[in-house]
């Protein structure tokens, strides 16, 4: 695995890539971004790319990064400097909220895309519940299924370079997800135009984002999938890496 | 130096389990039930609260204090500005200061500059508008965006003192805030406008906001070291950055006091109040203060090396150690925040004596010993010429 900043439109965005084979943009949720190992497994099958979100991990936050729009062209941007136009694009939490909103625009460019828990809907009438009051800690162990996965979210560090990344990290989230709490409105609406191939895989014990939302995000995109992982919560690429591996590159091979 | 009394008008009637189950009950704001707020209770604690302030005026004070803190139990004043005009016909001389309308959740600001404005004309110039940030909390009970906090303070700032200066109609184009027609009838009293105050935690880019404007620098709930440190990065911030220093009209402390005949008995009548305040009143945890966003990288990076302590591990020992109050005799208590007041440099001495479950009496009592026998030995200190002659 290689590390390169890559400079997308003056904003200097870190970038972990390796393998060969067709390129797959992975798009991080709200963990300590790093080279995982499911990353790691699609890596034997594809070139993987992936990137920090702005504000978020090593890179630095965008000027005027605003709502959520200022990171979708941070990424069209990125596809373009980096020729990922045909790519697979893939999203978990947070980072499957950007992928979704990438899908629309980018829609018949896409070969396949591939959303894992991800956010942007607010279904039924109920908000996601409240992590912005539970501390770090406490967050981690939400997330997962199994709590002796936490420290694969935030593994533990007494770095005090690292603990101030976090703080930047979770004040980035906070700001494109602070209100409306963790979705666009229009997003649910506007799901039928992405005819890519999509693949909704969800953890089986999420309690951040519900069962609901992934029977949402299958109903309205026109050719999606849906597909549970057994044994993870919010974050399957952390806690069950081969299982969401091997479907992702199932799915890939299936069309 | 001009000293003022603040009232926090906390609502006293926190259920019995509320003091003993942390878990169930995790903070007084926000998420606290407001069903357990009693209006027959509440009509009452407000005259009391409203009483209590306008017997200030009688008693000598130059100043009443209120403030603005929103769905909560620690205090009862969601709209400063209406207490404001409770008691600007009720009183005739004392400057009534809001400590202060908190600008990032509003989404029309001009409305502040209409009230604060209406206060001024009709008290004759006797307000003072401070402005914050609102604290954590507020951003959470509004859905505020904690990230746009700052940028909106400054602009909703900006677009007042235009509304209060410029003659209108004008335009005003922000990020955040836009208007077509700007044009806030009645204008200020006072010229050019209201005198703004800035109270605050204390990050450095109030400190520079404040300094840079010489707005007054208030601050509340410190050590008295930290408060003193505080104070110094606001001259040091003022000498460096802008060039001048600031007069002590320019510098405000806030501390609880509390005094009786004897120092058990002070101390005996104190305790229990001033730890409603801390352990009770604010009751949050550390995200719900400060949420995400809240604080600038820079200040997260200065925040995490100090290490701070939470209100709820604040002891009685250590608020009289590191001077967050003073408690004791009018004879001890005088001398000690005479000794503080003229090492400090300030020019303002806000003082809270009500704090928490204070029943009215020890309240009233404690207004009467610090007006007669503290007061007056306070009044005299660092006093600059130079200033409120225009008000």
């Known amino acids: 695995m290689k590390e390169t900043v890559v400079d997308v439109q003056g904003v200097r965005t870190l970038v972990r890539e390796a393998g060969a084979g067709p390129p797959i943009l992975f798009l991080h949720g709200p963990e300590d971004p790093a080279w995982s190992p499911a990353l790691a497994r699609l890596a034997s099958a594809f070139r993987v790319v992936a990137p920090d979100h702005p504000g978020m991990g090593r890179t630095p936050p965008g000027p005027d990064f605003d709502t959520m729009d200022d990171i979708v062209y941070h990424y069209l941007d990125l596809i373009d400097t980096l020729g990922l136009g045909e790519a697979t694009l893939a999203g978990a939490s947070f980072g499957g909220w950007i992928a979704a909103e990438l899908a629309l625009i980018m829609a018949p460019r896409l070969r396949r895309l591939v959303l894992v828990d991800a956010a942007g809907l607010r279904v039924g009438d109920t908000d996601l519940p409240e992590i912005y009051l539970m501390s770090d800690e406490d967050l981690a162990r939400f997330l997962v299924a199994d709590g002796k996965h936490a420290p694969l979210v935030f593994p533990p560090s007494e770095d005090l370079g690292v603990i101030e990344r976090r703080l930047v990290q979770r004040a980035t989230l906070a700001r494109f997800t602070w209100a409306p709490y963790w979705h666009d409105p229009k997003l649910l609406g506007r799901l039928r135009r992405i005819s890519t191939p999509t693949l909704v895989l969800w953890g089986s014990d999420d309690r951040f984002i519900s069962q609901a939302h992934a029977k949402e995000f299958a109903a309205r995109i026109p050719r999606a999938t849906l597909r549970q992982i057994e044994g993870a919560g919010h974050l399957p690429h952390l806690e069950q890496p081969e299982r969401v591996s091997e479907a992702i590159e199932k799915f890939h091979g299936s069309m | 130096m001009q000293v003022h009394m603040f009232h926090l008008m906390p609502w006293q009637k926190l259920p019995k389990e509320y003091f003993t189950d942390f878990e169930k009950y995790p903070a007084a704001w926000v998420t606290y039930p407001n069903t357990f707020f009693e209006p027959e209770e509440g009509a009452d604690l407000y005259n009391t609260y409203l009483d209590q302030l306008e017997y200030a005026e009688t008693l000598g004070f130059d100043g009443v204090c209120v403030n603005e803190h929103h769905q909560n139990h620690y205090g009862l004043m969601p709209a400063p500005n209406i207490i404001a005009a409770l008691l600007a016909r009720r009183t005739k001389r004392v400057k009534i200061i809001l400590l202060g309308n908190a600008l990032p959740i509003r989404d029309h600001p001009q409305r502040v500059a209409e009230e604060v404005a209406m206060l001024d004309v009709v008290t004759r110039g006797r307000i003072v508008s401070g402005f914050v940030r609102g604290i954590g909390p507020e951003h959470y009970?509004?859905?505020?965006?904690?990230?746009?906090?700052?940028?909106?303070?400054?602009?909703?700032?900006?677009?007042?003192?235009?509304?209060?200066?410029?003659?209108?109609?004008?335009?005003?184009?922000?990020?955040?805030?836009?208007?077509?027609?700007?044009?806030?009838?009645?204008?200020?009293?006072?010229?050019?406008?209201?005198?703004?105050?800035?109270?605050?935690?204390?990050?450095?880019?109030?400190?520079?906001?404040?300094?840079?404007?010489?707005?007054?620098?208030?601050?509340?709930?410190?050590?008295?070291?930290?408060?003193?440190?505080?104070?110094?990065?606001?001259?040091?911030?003022?000498?460096?950055?802008?060039?001048?220093?600031?007069?002590?009209?320019?510098?405000?402390?806030?501390?609880?006091?509390?005094?009786?005949?004897?120092?058990?008995?002070?101390?005996?009548?104190?305790?229990?109040?001033?730890?409603?305040?801390?352990?009770?009143?604010?009751?949050?945890?550390?995200?719900?203060?400060?949420?995400?966003?809240?604080?600038?990288?820079?200040?997260?990076?200065?925040?995490?090396?100090?290490?701070?302590?939470?209100?709820?591990?604040?002891?009685?020992?250590?608020?009289?150690?590191?001077?967050?109050m003073f408690v004791g005799t009018p004879a001890s208590v005088r001398e000690r925040l005479v000794h503080h007041a003229s090492e400090l440099g300030v020019g303002h001495l806000v003082t809270l004596l009500q704090f928490g479950s204070m029943p009215n009496h020890l309240a009233r009592r404690n207004m009467e010993l610090f007006a007669r026998e503290v007061l007056p030995a306070l009044q005299p200190l660092n006093v600059n010429g130079a200033m409120v002659a225009a008000r």
């Open chain 2, 141 to 324: 009970s509004f859905d505020i965006n904690p990230a746009f906090s700052r940028e909106r303070f400054q602009e909703a700032h900006d677009l007042i003192i235009q509304a209060w200066t410029r003659p209108g109609p004008f335009p005003f184009y922000g990020k955040h805030y836009k208007f077509r027609y700007v044009n806030v009838t009645p204008r200020p009293y006072t010229k050019p406008h209201p005198e703004v105050w800035i109270p605050t935690l204390g990050s450095s880019e109030t400190v520079d906001f404040a300094a840079e404007r010489r707005y007054p620098y208030l601050m509340l709930y410190l050590a008295r070291a930290r408060m003193a440190q505080a104070l110094a990065e606001y001259t040091r911030a003022a000498e460096d950055k802008f060039g001048y220093t600031p007069r002590p009209e320019q510098k405000g402390w806030g501390t609880p006091v509390y005094l009786a005949e004897t120092e058990a008995e002070a101390h005996a009548q104190a305790e229990p109040h001033i730890l409603w305040l801390f352990h009770h009143g604010l009751r949050m945890p550390g995200a719900m203060l400060s949420p995400p966003g809240y604080t600038s990288p820079a200040n997260i990076a200065r925040y995490v090396k100090a290490g701070k302590t939470g209100f709820r591990e604040v002891t009685y020992k250590k608020l009289l150690e590191d001077e967050w």
